[in-house]
């Protein structure tokens, strides 16, 4: 079993930062049996979407509506993954998924709320 944890999420308004965080454990977590980690995020009538992604052997890639405003970094040693995210949005309300895959399976953690006010 796979269990990812995040925290970070809240109200903040226009302009502000905020930090998500993303821990994995479990028994097949570990530093090689990783393939990628992620955030998604999923805003009320819309479709979930990728946010950023930092995989084990390729490039990170983030969304274009965030560039140059996130960041996201991952420590393979803790198996974490962190969002750190400025100059926020009111369209950057969402909630927002950590996801991991391992071995070519998905797991999803549980959604952490961001809520930027105008």
């Known amino acids: 079993q796979v269990q990812l944890v995040e925290s970070g999420g809240g109200l903040v308004q226009a302009g502000g930062s905020l930090r998500l965080s993303c821990a994995a454990s479990g028994s097949i977590v570990s530093v090689i049996s990783i393939d990628s980690m992620a955030w998604y995020r999923q805003a009320p009538g819309k479709q979930r979407e990728l946010v950023a992604e930092i995989p084990t052997y390729a490039n990170i890639n983030y969304a274009n509506s965030v560039l140059g405003r996130f960041t996201i970094s991952r420590d393979s040693a803790k198996s974490t993954v962190d969002l750190q995210m400025n100059s926020l949005k009111p369209e950057d309300t969402a909630v927002y998924y950590c996801?991991?895959?391992?071995?070519?399976?998905?797991?999803w953690g549980q959604g952490t709320q961001v809520t930027v006010s105008s």
């Open positions: 996801n991991v895959v391992i071995r070519r399976r998905v797991y």
